[in-house]
Nanobody, 115 residues
Framework: VQLVESGGRLVQPGGSLRLSCAASGTISSFNTMGWYRQAPGHERELVAVITSGGNTNYADSVKGRFTISRESGKNTVYLQLNSLKPEDATVYYC??????????WGQGTQVTVST
C-alpha cells in the first residue's frame, strides 16, 4: 500500500487549504483513513480519522475548523483546514489502518502558517 499526500503550502493565519491523500495497492474496503501531525520534538498526534462507513473523529484542537472526508468508492481522503493558526503549522501525515490493524503512512506534507 502506498499513500501519497499533496496540498501542503504556506498560508496566512486565518486562511484555508485542503490536503489530499491517495492510496494505491491492495487495499481492503474496510479501512480507516486519517490525518496525523507531528511537530519537531513532539509525538505524532491524531488530527482526524474517517472510517469506510463515514464515521469521523477529530482532535479537540481542530474541531469546528478542520473537516475530513473521503471520496466514495475510492481510497482518497481529504482534510479541509480552515481558520488556520500558527500552532497548526507542522508536517501532516496521511494514515491508513487496515481491518487487520496494519498501519500505512504517507511521506508527509508541510503546512506553514505565517504572515
Amino acid at each position: 500500500v502506498q499513500l501519497v499526500e499533496s496540498g501542503g503550502r504556506l498560508v496566512q493565519p486565518g486562511g484555508s487549504l485542503r490536503l489530499s491523500c491517495a492510496a494505491s495497492g491492495t487495499i481492503s474496503s474496510f479501512n480507516t483513513m486519517g490525518w496525523y501531525r507531528q511537530a519537531p520534538g513532539h509525538e505524532r498526534e491524531l488530527v482526524a480519522v474517517i472510517t469506510s462507513g463515514g464515521n469521523t473523529n477529530y482532535a479537540d484542537s481542530v474541531k469546528g475548523r478542520f473537516t475530513i472526508s473521503r471520496e466514495s468508492g475510492k481510497n482518497t481522503v481529504y482534510l479541509q483546514l480552515n481558520s488556520l493558526k500558527p500552532e497548526d503549522a507542522t508536517v501532516y501525515y496521511c494514515n491508513m489502518k487496515s481491518p487487520y490493524g496494519t498501519d500505512y503512512w504517507g511521506q508527509g506534507t508541510q503546512v506553514t502558517v505565517s504572515t
